[in-house]
């Protein structure tokens, strides 16, 4: 039984690895190229990221190598350093300081992050990974593969960049290429279809196709030819030496060099808070509902990039991309991500000719399905459904990731999310209504069970808003906790403000460490009396 479905898991990983190392190979290396970094060290921090970070993270579909997100970092530190080797050491640091913070438990941070907000990043991402797809899949190759961010370099951005590919260059053969690479896809997706083809990738049968269509155009001499410039690109080495002196070293001597030392705080920041936004949403989209320990993937990451520093590679994170491929793909356990990994290894070193056939278009084709797949408009429906405090949030944190990058609109989104729970309290005070209330009615107010500073303002207003010469219960039974500044207001409204309106105050189930007097406090409600009132809850 074990070994039936091992076998089960096994067929799904390995076809899910292919996908993700098809969608790997450019994005590594354009990531390099938009760090201004060696092509050669993205396609490292791909192979540390499987089969390092894979073999030790205890994220069971996550699939980590050099983010977008950190490309605009690489580029400033490399040109502060003067040299690629002297930020490699700052990556090593970065690794120790990453992988200090999973031990003493930072990791935590992630249970912060609202749910509206990681579905937002998530539907963030899908869109645009299918804007920035737009231009490669018709031939139009300007900006590089990986780049993730709307203002793009040289003045342009990703909106422009689709209007350059739609109104001054559209390749046939490359818009060709894509066509049949979607329709290849939903095909392969089709349940009559899938069936028949077992564990064989519809991504891998995408990129055949396309090479082969455009080995019959080049062989033709057509026009419709795409050129290598918008090809796969691998730099190919012509003996093992060169191939092993593409490995750059740390240079050490920077070791009392501050600039390093603050870099690498900066890259483990920033790599560290993508690696938690990613696993988050991974494991939200996960059809098996596993989690992820946050402070071991911390260690791990730690471990990859301090790996990385030391023979060359880029940082690395968690990845959102390949992440969300290798589950759409059918992976089913971290094997999946290892062996992407090794696929790497194996297909640079042995056959990097034959990656360099592969059409950018085909690989257009599967990363514009991903894009689709994360931003279905079901989702939109969902969160709509889900009331404007979800929405709300949701929707800025969509088009803040969209017009900004990953990080900043995140924390717009979170932004958005306090406010919207700020807004939601401040809507949920209880405004007394003379018309609901018969004079000698108890007015019950029962708290919560967490009472925090998020619930002050609600409180404050309910309490002004009463009647003179009511009767009011404030009931804290259920409550386990109650803010500093909560109290004081009760503090305040029992021993001035009630007392100057003719109001009666009592108190129920507060704890003794609150310190309000005994006479103050009832221990059950008199039978037959009215409770009116609002149930303040914690938002």
């Known amino acids: ?34 760090s201004g970094a060696p092509l050669f060290s993205g396609l490292i921090a791909g192979i540390i990221g499987g089969i390092v970070i894979g073999a030790l993270s205890n994220s069971h579909t996550s699939v980590s190598g050099p983010a977008a997100g950190l490309t605009a970092v690489v580029l400033v530190s490399i040109q502060q350093l003067g040299s690629f080797q002297a930020f490699l050491l700052a990556v090593v640091f970065a690794g120790v300081l990453q992988y200090v ?5 930072a990791g935590s941070i992630a249970n912060f992050f609202p749910n509206s907000v990681i579905k937002g990043m998530l539907t963030g991402i899908g869109i645009i990974i299918i804007l920035k797809q737009i231009p490669h899949a018709l031939g139009y190759d300007k900006d590089a593969e990986g780049d993730m961010a709307f203002f793009e370099p040289g003045g342009s951005n990703t909106l422009s960049s689709i209007w350059d590919s739609i109104a001054l260059y559209i390749h046939p ?17 089709r349940p009559a279809i899938k069936s028949k083809v077992g564990a064989i990738p ?42 092993f002196g593409q490995f750059l070293f740390p240079d050490f001597s920077q070791w009392n060099n501050p600039l390093v030392y603050q870099i690498a705080l900066t890259v483990c920041a ?7 936004l990613c696993i988050e949403a991974v494991d939200k989209i996960d059809p098996e509902k596993r989690t992820t320990n946050p402070n071991k993937e911390l260690q791990a990451q730690g471990i990859g990039n301090l790996v990385s520093g030391l023979i060359g590679g880029l940082p690395i994170t968690s990845v959102i991309v390949r992440s969300s491929a290798n589950l759409n793909a059918g992976a089913r356990t971290k094997l999946s991500a290892i062996l992407h990994g090794v696929f790497l290894v194996v297909c640079v070193l042995l056959i990097p000719g034959l990656l360099n056939m592969i059409p950018l278009a085909a690989l257009a084709a599967i990363l514009l399905q991903v894009g689709y797949k994360l931003a279905k408009v079901s989702i939109f429906k969902q ?7 979800q929405w709300w949030p949701f929707i800025i944190t969509v088009l803040a990731v ?82 500093h500044d909560v109290l004081e207001i009760i503090r305040e ?28 406090f009832v221990h059950s409600e008199a039978p037959g009396v009215a409770a009116k009132g609002k149930v303040l809850t914690n938002n």
Not at 101 to 105: A, P
């Open 270 to 276: 920033v790599a560290s808070i993508e690696t938690l």
């Open 1 to 34: 039984m074990e070994k039936s479905s091992f076998l089960k898991t096994f067929k799904g990983d390995l076809s899910a690895s292919i996908v993700v190392f098809l969608i790997a190979v450019p994005l590594c290396l354009g990531i390099a190229l938009a």
């Open 101 to 105: 913070l999973g031990l003493v438990r």
């Open 383 to 389: 969160m709509w459904a889900s009331g404007k405090y």
């Open 202 to 243: 519809g991504a891998l049968v995408a990129v055949l196709a396309g090479v082969l269509i455009n080995q019959a155009f080049e062989a033709a001499g057509s026009s419709w030819a795409i050129l290598p410039e918008h090809l796969v690109n691998i730099p190919i080495a012509s003996s093992l030496n060169e191939f």
């Open 173 to 189: 053969g490359a818009t060709l290429v894509t066509l049949i690479g979607l329709a290849i896809l939903i095909l392969w997706e």
């Open 493 to 520: 409204f029992t021993a001035l403000k009630a007392p100057a309106k003719n109001i009666t105050v009592q108190l129920s189930g507060f704890h003794e460490r609150y310190n309000f007097g005994e006479a103050d």
């Open 402 to 483: 969209v017009f900004t990058d990953l990080l900043t609109g995140v924390l717009i989104g979170l932004g958005a999310s306090v406010f919207a729970i700020l807004r939601g309290n401040m809507k949920n005070a209880y405004f007394f209504h003379k018309e609901e209330y018969h004079e000698g009615d108890l007015i019950r107010i029962e708290l919560s069970q967490e009472v925090s500073f998020l619930n002050k303002a609600s409180i404050k207003l309910t309490l002004e808003h009463l009647p003179e010469g009511a009767n009011v219960l404030i009931d804290a039974t259920d409550t386990a906790y109650i803010d």
